[in-house]
Structures are given as structure tokens and as C-alpha cells.
């Protein structure tokens, strides 16, 4: 797999000797691309893993090294483990909430509709927008003396009405809406190519077969859709895993830190309050729960593809 | 389907749909508003008469923002698209050895938390502030050459996926022919490149133009901020009119809307490649 050269061509000794050199060249042309990745994200990476374990917690720099102390005070700390359990909820709520609608988009879009691409791309232009204009618009849209709360009450449904991202118990929710709002459409797009690569054949055998529309679905397509539904997964999971903009537009910390996450977090201790070690740790942290759910996937993937 | 059925199926995809431009329609509505009609318990209430004065307000705020945006995202995705498309041609036809090692070590560049790499990006800013006298911290020109470098891996990947759909006897035809490395990324990659082209550059001008944690740990100067840092300071000030931040907002949003609008096939087609397998 590693080269493609040699055994297709001609023996000549001049080509094949040309062809090294270009080989060597080929290297010595993504050089500069590697060199800076690797310095920008590898390197910075270990820089940021040594502020990490040093003493730098004022605005001067001190990086002698304390071990794992700032490792321990952060999982000690009453702000972190209420981050921690906000991302575990964030994250939950919302794959499910964009695999749900996703799902449920690209099924519908599927059944030969009319006017589909206008749907599509109703469904997909949130994506498009940045964090920052969709959280200011959600503020909002979830300010509870307006916005959704006023329709529910025009339609009659005052008993829906919330105090959305104003009450701790269910703020981290309101910012789950908005985030599905912006990347359900991500799901939906991503079934819709699955479904459209399962043949009409396929189909018309399980119908021929007996089966109803809905075994259909749910015995033969979904199943050849769980791919997907992984690629969706891990995609969907390390945004929600590192999420800050969103949350930043739209609640900020919220109310007793109800909507905090590690990325506002991380944020306001190193660039807020100058304590740069506890705010690399936090870093650290984050990249290590990314690094769990991403670099298994890298390698799923790279190695899936090899033997083309 | 059954006649019942596809109503109710296009009665939850219309009611779906007009959930979906709920914002927006907040957005317009309100931003479309003069000054003296804008209530809060009259948010979905259209505007009795067309008024730009929010427009007109937001504008002159965010006027200066919006250029340092342009400034930033033109550069930014030529530089990035430039390099995708050379290290995609490498890797997908030139594949030397250890190229498949480096390969997947690119990509996780591209799904990194930023912040994982913020302190360090800043000091070293920074340092080559002081020791060469460039100014790359606090300015536009800094936060081009970081969206340039952490935007290589996925153009990278965008272009090695779709160099590896031409023919690798293409290449080798081209080979025997006598063209090297260069003459065939010239004469026979370059000229298919167009699509592959058009992706990036849309995925990048999103991107970059809707980036916020580099922009605001980069850019201190409210004058060199770029627009979302911008808009967040507006939406996040006490004293300005909630209208005039709604149509800050849509201001910001406009560039990758009409974007979206105009190109979303291609638009689709970057999104998709970050999940790898589109």
C-alpha cells in the first residue's frame, strides 16, 4: 500500500531512478504543512500538558513543577464537577436529540416528497450560522417573559410554558434546543446519503418478502444505517464534548453554574483570572475526553479504508 | 402510502420546517422594527411600518468588525485551500513512505479542543512579537496564519479524498510521459481541481468567518476584532436595544447564509467529508 511505483513500469533505470527523487521530493513538499501541525498541535498540546503540571497560577509565569496538584484541585472543585455532569447531560441530550430528529428528517424526506430539496434545505441552513448568531438569537427566543412562551400561550398550551434556561434543574436543556436546532440537520443529511445509497432492489426483495413499511425500516434499513449512525456519534459527540461558543452567546455560566461547561470554564480562569496552570489543566482534561472518543474512530476509519 | 398518511407526513415536515426558521423569523421581524414598536410581549407581532433604523444601528457598530472578518477569512481560506490541495495530491498519489502514518496523525489536528493549545498559541504569538518585531498577537494577520495552520487538516483531507477518485493510471500515464511530481500536479491534477476547490473554499469562508475562541483569545483591540467577537460584545451589552442586536446577529449570519443559499450542494459536501466517510 505504501507506494504504487515500481512494479507497473518500465525497468528503465534512468525513470525508476527519476521517480525516487520524486518520491523523496513528494515528502520534502508536505514538509512544511507537517512541520507546522506538528509544532501547532503536537507540540503545543505538550506545552500545554507541562503549564499544566507547573505553578503558573498568577499572572507572572512560574513554571516550576507541582505535579499533579492542579489536577486535583480541579476534580476537587464544586465548579468542575458540576461541569462535568453538565457535558455528560449536554452530550446525552443532545445526540439523542439530533440521531431523534435526524432520523426521523431523513426517513420523512425519503418517501418520495415533493418540493424535497426546499425541506433539505430549510432542515440544514442552521449549520451554516455561526454559534455566536444562534445563541444570541435562542437567548431570546427562551427568555421567559417572551419568545416560545408567548406562542405556547397563543395556542393554548400555557401549561408547556417554561422558565427555560432561568431555573438550574433544566437550563442545560434550553441550551440543548438550540443546539439541535443548529445540528440536526448535520444527521439528517448524513441519513439522507445512507438511505439514498440502499438500492431500490433491496428494498422491493423485502417488500416482495412480505414485509410492512415499517419492518422495512426498522429490520432492514436501520441496520445497514449503524455506520452512519457511529460516524454521526463520534462527530456529534466531541462538538458537545468541547462546546464554548453556544453556551458563551447564550447563558453564559446560567444560573449556579447550571449551564457551565469546561470550555467557559477553561476560559474564564486563564483569560479572566490569569491562572494559566489551573486553565491547562482544564485543556488537558478536555482534550483527553475527545482523545477517548475521536482516536479510536481515526483508526476505524484509516484502516477501513486501506484495502482499496 | 396511503392518502391520510402522506398528509400527515407533509403536515410534520411543514410544521417542522416553519420550527426550524423560527430564529430567523425572530431575527428579521424584530430587526425590522423602528425603535418605538419594539416590545418584548410583542416579539411575533409583524412591524406595522418597515423600519432599517436597527440595521442602520447595528451597521455603524459592527461596520469596522465586518471588514476585519473579510480581511481575515479572504487570506485565510486561499492560504488553507493552497496547501489542502498540495498535501492531497502528495498523499494520495505520491504516497511515500510513512505517509500513512502521518496521515491520521494530521487529522486529529482537526478534531482537537482549541483549547488544548490556547496558552501556548498566545505565548508564542506573542514571543514572535517581541523577538522579530511582527505584530501577530492582537492583530488580523496573526489570526490568519492560525486559522491557515489549523485549517490544513481537514482541506488536506477534503482533497486527498477527492484526489484519490482520479485514476491513479492518469497519474502514471502522465509519469511515463516524462512529467514528474510537479508537471502532474500542473498539467493533470490542477485542471480537475476545480470542484474539490470550490468545497474547501466554502467550507473554509464558514469557518473561519463563524470562528470565535482563537478570535477572541487572539484579538484583544475592540477596533481588530472580527465580527462574532464583535456581535457577542453587542449581544452581551446591557445597554443596547435588543433589536439592534437582532440585527447585528443577522448581519454576522448574512456572508455564510447567502453562501449557504447560493452554493449549499457544495456546502453539504465539506460537512460531510468531516465525518470522514462522507
Redesign the interface.
Given at each position: 500500500?505504501?507506494?504504487?511505483a515500481p512494479a507497473?513500469?518500465?525497468p528503465q533505470p534512468l525513470?525508476r531512478r527519476?521517480?525516487r527523487k520524486?518520491?523523496?521530493?513528494?515528502?520534502l513538499?508536505?514538509l512544511p504543512?507537517?512541520l507546522?501541525?506538528g509544532v501547532?498541535?503536537?507540540?503545543?498540546?505538550g506545552?500545554?500538558g507541562y503549564?499544566a503540571v507547573s505553578g503558573w497560577n498568577s499572572f507572572v509565569p512560574d513554571l516550576s513543577f507541582v505535579g499533579l496538584r492542579n489536577f486535583a484541585d480541579l476534580f476537587q472543585s464544586f465548579r468542575f464537577q458540576i461541569d462535568l455532569r453538565n457535558t455528560l447531560i449536554f452530550t446525552a441530550a443532545f445526540l439523542a436529540g439530533c440521531l431523534g430528529l435526524g432520523l426521523l428528517?431523513a426517513v420523512?424526506?425519503d418517501?418520495k416528497?415533493r418540493g424535497e430539496a426546499v425541506?433539505r434545505?430549510?432542515?440544514?441552513?442552521?449549520?451554516?450560522?455561526?454559534?455566536?448568531?444562534?445563541?444570541?438569537?435562542?437567548?431570546?427566543?427562551l427568555?421567559p417573559?417572551?419568545?416560545?412562551n408567548?406562542?405556547l400561550e397563543?395556542a393554548g398550551l400555557d401549561r408547556l410554558k417554561s422558565p427555560w434556561f432561568t431555573d438550574p434543574k433544566i437550563a442545560i436543556y434550553s441550551v440543548v434546543i438550540a443546539a439541535v436546532?443548529q445540528l440536526s440537520g448535520?444527521t439528517m443529511?448524513?441519513y439522507l446519503?445512507g438511505l439514498r445509497g440502499i438500492s431500490d432492489e433491496l428494498r422491493e426483495a423485502a417488500r416482495v418478502d412480505g414485509a410492512s413499511?415499517w419492518q422495512l425500516y426498522r429490520h432492514v434499513i436501520l441496520p445497514l444505517l449503524t455506520p452512519i449512525t457511529l460516524?454521526?456519534v463520534?462527530?456529534l459527540g466531541?462538538i458537545s464534548?468541547?462546546i464554548?461558543?453556544l453556551v458563551?452567546?447564550m447563558t453564559g455560566s446560567g444560573p449556579a453554574f447550571s449551564t457551565d461547561v469546561?470550555?467557559i470554564f477553561?476560559?474564564e480562569t486563564?483569560?479572566r483570572g490569569n491562572r494559566?496552570a489551573e486553565?491547562?489543566a482544564?485543556?488537558?482534561v478536555?482534550?483527553l475526553m475527545?482523545a477517548v472518543v475521536?482516536?479510536p474512530?481515526?483508526?476505524w476509519?484509516?484502516r477501513?479504508?486501506?484495502p482499496? | 402510502m396511503r392518502r391520510p398518511a402522506r398528509i400527515f407526513m407533509y403536515l410534520l415536515l411543514v410544521t417542522l420546517a416553519l420550527g426550524y426558521l423560527l430564529p430567523v423569523y425572530v431575527l428579521v421581524n424584530n430587526g425590522l422594527k423602528s425603535f418605538q414598536e419594539v416590545s418584548l410581549s410583542r416579539m411575533w407581532e409583524p412591524p406595522s411600518r418597515l423600519s432599517l433604523d436597527s440595521f442602520a444601528q447595528a451597521y455603524r457598530r459592527l461596520a469596522p468588525n465586518f471588514r476585519n472578518s473579510l480581511l481575515l477569512v479572504v487570506p485565510a481560506t486561499i492560504g488553507a485551500a493552497v496547501l489542502g490541495s498540495i498535501n492531497g495530491y502528495v498523499l494520495a498519489k505520491w504516497k511515500f513512505a510513512g505517509a500513512d502514518v502521518v496521515f491520521p496523525l494530521l487529522l486529529f489536528g482537526m478534531f482537537i479542543p482549541y483549547q488544548s493549545v490556547l496558552i501556548p498559541l498566545v505565548q508564542f504569538l506573542q514571543w514572535v512579537g517581541r523577538t522579530f518585531d511582527i505584530r501577530l498577537y492582537g492583530s488580523i494577520t496573526g489570526l490568519v496564519l492560525v486559522h491557515i495552520i489549523y485549517g490544513i487538516p481537514i482541506t488536506t483531507l477534503i482533497f486527498r479524498n477527492y484526489y484519490a477518485s482520479v485514476p491513479s493510471e492518469v497519474v502514471e500515464a502522465a509519469r511515463i510521459d516524462g512529467a514528474g511530481l510537479a508537471g502532474t500536479y500542473r498539467h493533470v491534477i490542477l485542471p480537475l481541481s476545480m470542484p474539490g476547490f470550490v468545497v474547501v473554499i466554502i467550507w473554509e469562508v464558514t469557518q473561519v468567518w463563524n470562528e470565535f475562541l482563537f478570535a477572541v483569545a487572539i484579538t484583544g483591540n475592540p477596533a481588530r476584532q472580527p465580527i462574532q467577537v464583535a456581535l457577542r460584545n453587542l449581544a452581551g451589552s446591557q445597554i443596547v436595544e435588543w433589536n439592534v442586536q437582532m440585527a447585528g446577529a443577522l448581519l454576522a449570519a448574512l456572508p455564510p447564509l447567502l453562501v449557504y443559499v447560493f452554493l449549499g450542494r457544495y456546502f453539504l459536501r465539506g460537512l460531510l467529508a468531516g465525518a470522514l466517510k462522507g
Open positions: 500500500m505504501a507506494t504504487i507497473h513500469l518500465p525513470v527519476r521517480i520524486d518520491y523523496a521530493l513528494a515528502a513538499i508536505v504543512s507537517l507546522a501541525v501547532f498541535v503536537y507540540g503545543f498540546i506545552w500545554t503549564v428528517l420523512l424526506l418517501q416528497v425541506f434545505n430549510i432542515y440544514l441552513f442552521p449549520m451554516s450560522i455561526s454559534f455566536i448568531v444562534s445563541g444570541t438569537a435562542w437567548q431570546w427566543l427568555t417573559s417572551t419568545g416560545v408567548l406562542l397563543a436546532w448535520f443529511a448524513m446519503a413499511e460516524s454521526a463520534i462527530v466531541h464534548l468541547k464554548f461558543d458563551f452567546a469546561p470550555g477553561m476560559f486563564t483569560f494559566f486553565g491547562a482544564i485543556a488537558i478536555m482534550l475527545v475521536v482516536i474512530y481515526l483508526v476509519s484509516t477501513a479504508e486501506a482499496e | -
